[in-house]
């Protein structure tokens, strides 16, 4: 955990304040989900060896492009990075185009909705947690744009590395079927998707302990296997 002083000017503030102290006093914990991290992510890396290489000779067979997507997202004190995730989209998507994705979205591919219903698209990120980049538990990271709309109790959420999953991205599993029927998917998110998750974000700082990320891990398991 970054020492307050060393904290981009934009988190300095009162709301953001008052997450840091209760992380503060949890600091143990913080470093045992770190190990914890670093151990989990580099099994799971061995015994996924094999699906992860035949996901990569599917992604390559189905569609042109790399097999790899890189996007710039936010982590740990502003901090960007380069979230890693199988390529599910074609590679005439636009960057002027919403950075989000809505239900029936004409970029992915067949084998990148198969991928993103089970979340296996996702396990390249493996090697984001591995770096310290990412966590198994924590707020899922915005792309810069989106966290440039933060308020300044949200900025709170970058106290910690990014996850892979995280109560709010459990309760809104169905984010892109809800954005689907919206005509700004991008003002939809930002105004009123974005704030509920953060209400959920902020709840998980200020309640952290190492059985709260087990559960949901163990719930998102749940969600993806049997929803």
């Not at 992380?23 to 992510?41: A, P």
């Not at 990412?134 to 989106?146: A, D, I, L, N, T």
């Not at 974005?194 to 059985?211: A, G, T, V, W």
């Amino acid at each position: 955990m970054k020492r307050w002083d060393n904290l981009p000017e934009y988190m300095k503030n009162q709301q953001v304040r008052q997450y840091y102290d209760i992380l503060k006093k949890k600091r143990v914990l913080l470093v045992i989900k770190r190990i914890f991290d670093i151990v989990l992510s580099l099994i799971l890396m061995i015994l996924l060896l094999l699906p992860m290489a035949v996901i990569s000779i599917a992604v390559k067979l189905t569609s042109s492009g790399p097999i790899i997507f890189r996007q710039i997202r936010v982590t740990t004190g502003g901090k960007r990075f380069k979230i890693l995730k199988f390529r599910t989209m074609t590679v005439e998507q636009s960057d002027a185009h919403t950075q989000v994705t809505v239900k029936d979205d004409d970029r992915i591919t067949s084998c990148g909705a198969f991928l993103r219903k089970y979340r296996l698209d996702e396990l390249p990120q493996l090697f984001n947690v591995l770096l310290g980049q990412m966590s198994f538990v924590g707020v899922r990271p915005e792309v810069p744009r989106y966290v440039e709309r933060y308020t300044p109790e949200m900025y709170a959420t970058l106290l910690l590395p990014a996850g892979i999953t995280s109560t709010a991205s459990i309760e809104f599993k169905d984010e892109s079927e809800q954005l689907s029927q919206i005509a700004d998917a991008d003002e939809s998110y930002v105004n009123d998707i974005l704030p509920k998750k953060m209400k959920l974000n902020l709840e998980y700082i200020k309640n952290f302990s190492l059985l709260c990320d087990l559960k949901i891990m163990l719930k998102t398991v749940k969600n993806v296997a049997f929803d």
